[in-house]
C-alpha cells in the first residue's frame, strides 16, 4: 500500500491563478544599488550634499543679483572662483583633519595655536637656513607632536577633550609668542612664497594642496580599516573596544593627524602672508569646526564627510566673498553668516521624499 496521496487534478474549465515570472535576485540587488544613492541610509550623504550645493547656487544667484555689474565678466566670475577657491585652501585642510577628531567623538578647540605654532617655528632663522625641506619638515613635525600631546592627555590622561585642547590653545599661543619674541617673523623663502603665488595650469598650487589633502582624508576615511574604526570609535567607543579596537590608541593617532593637517596649513599660510607670527589662524578652530558640521559631521561622532566638509568650508569662503564684494560691515557680515548656517543645517534636513516614492514606484512597474 502507497504512502503517497493523489493530489486531486483541479476541475475542468477551471483556470489555474496566473503565477508570477521568477525574479532575478542580481536584477533586485541591481535596482536596490540604482536607488541607495538617493533614499535610505546610504543615500542620506549624498541629499546632505546635494542641499549644500542648493546652499552655493543661492549664494551665487544673490552675487549675480546684487553685483551684476561683476558677475557679467566672464573673466572676473572665473578670478573670483579661484580667490574663493584660495581662500578656502588653508581652512579646508585644517577643517579635514578636524572631521576626522569630530567623526571619532572629540573635539580639538587648538587647531589655530597649532598653525601659528608651527608657522613661527618654521620660520625662525635657524630653520630657514635649512631650505624649504626644513621649513615644511619643522611644519608638519611641530604640527605632529602638539596633536600628539594633545591624544596622550586626551586618551590616556583622560582629560575631557574641550578642557584639554582649550589649555593647548592657550599653551600653544604663548609658546609662538615666546618664540617669535611678539614680533612677525619674514619668510625669506621662494619656493615657500611662490606656493600661493604660482600656479599650474591657470590654477593656483594653493589649490591643488587643498584638493590633494581632502582626496587622501577621503580614501583614509571611507576605503581603510582607519577610516572604519574612526566611525566605530565615535558612534560607540565601548562597542568598538569590546570588538577589539585599541580606542586609546586611535584617539591619539586622530589628534596627530589633525596636528600634522595643521602643520601642513602652516606652511600654506605663511606663503599666503610671506611670514608668520602668533597671531596668525585667529578663530581657524570655529570656522573648521561649522565647516564640519554644516558639511553633516555629527557633534556627537560616528558620522561624517569629507566632502560635506570641504562643501561646508566652501559655503563660508564663499559667504565671505559675497560679503566684500558688497562691501558690507563686519558686524553684519557675523549676523547673515549666523543665519546662512543655520539655513544650511535646515536645508540638510530635507528629504525629498516625493522624488524618492517616484523611484521606488518606477522601479516596482519596469
Avoid at 583633519?97 to 635657524?126: E, K, N, R
Avoid at 561649522?290 to 557633534?299: E, M, S, Y
Amino acid at each position: 500500500m502507497s504512502d503517497v496521496t493523489d493530489t486531486p487534478a483541479a476541475p475542468r474549465g477551471t483556470q489555474l491563478p496566473a503565477q508570477s515570472p521568477p525574479v532575478d535576485p542580481a536584477e533586485t540587488a541591481a535596482a536596490g544599488t540604482r536607488l541607495s544613492w538617493w533614499h535610505g541610509e546610504g543615500g542620506e550623504g549624498a541629499r546632505r550634499n546635494l542641499g549644500l550645493l542648493g546652499v552655493l547656487v543661492a549664494l551665487v544667484v544673490i552675487g549675480a543679483l546684487t553685483r551684476s555689474d561683476l558677475y557679467s565678466d566672464p573673466d572676473w566670475v572665473w578670478d573670483n572662483v579661484l580667490s574663493i577657491l584660495k581662500l578656502a585652501s588653508v581652512v579646508g585642510v585644517v577643517t579635514v583633519g578636524m572631521t576626522f577628531v569630530i567623526i571619532g567623538g572629540g573635539i580639538d578647540l587648538s587647531v589655530g595655536a597649532i598653525v601659528a605654532l608651527a608657522g613661527v617655528w618654521c620660520t625662525t632663522v635657524a630653520t630657514q637656513s635649512y631650505g624649504a625641506g626644513g621649513m615644511i619638515f619643522t611644519a608638519c613635525v611641530v604640527g605632529l607632536a602638539v596633536g600628539l600631546v594633545n591624544g596622550l592627555l586626551i586618551s590616556y590622561g583622560r582629560l575631557v577633550p574641550f578642557i584639554a585642547t582649550l589649555a593647548m590653545l592657550v599653551a600653544a599661543r604663548g609658546l609662538a609668542a615666546e618664540i617669535s619674541n611678539k614680533q612677525t617673523q619674514i619668510s625669506e623663502n621662494t619656493f615657500i612664497n611662490g606656493i600661493a603665488s604660482n600656479s599650474l595650469f591657470g590654477i593656483p598650487l594653493l589649490v591643488y594642496l587643498l584638493a590633494a589633502v581632502v582626496a587622501a582624508g577621503w580614501v583614509l576615511l571611507n576605503r581603510t580599516t582607519f577610516g572604519r574604526r574612526t566611525v566605530a570609535v565615535g558612534g560607540n567607543p565601548e562597542a568598538a573596544r569590546l570588538a577589539g579596537i585599541d580606542v586609546k590608541r586611535h584617539t591619539l593617532m586622530l589628534y596627530g593627524l589633525s596636528g600634522l593637517c595643521c602643520g601642513i596649513a602652516a606652511i600654506m599660510l605663511t606663503a599666503q602672508a610671506n611670514s608668520a607670527q602668533a597671531a596668525m589662524a585667529n578663530l581657524y578652530e570655529l570656522d573648521a569646526i561649522a565647516a564640519a558640521i554644516i558639511g553633516g559631521t555629527l557633534l556627537s561622532g560616528g558620522r561624517g564627510t569629507i566632502i560635506g566638509s570641504l562643501l561646508g568650508v566652501i559655503i563660508f569662503a564663499t559667504i565671505t566673498n559675497l560679503f566684500a564684494i558688497n562691501g558690507l560691515t563686519t558686524e553684519a557680515q557675523n549676523m547673515v553668516k549666523g543665519g546662512i548656517i543655520v539655513a544650511a543645517v535646515l536645508v540638510q534636513q530635507v528629504k525629498f521624499r516625493s522624488l524618492s516614492q517616484f523611484l521606488n514606484r518606477n522601479r516596482l512597474t519596469t
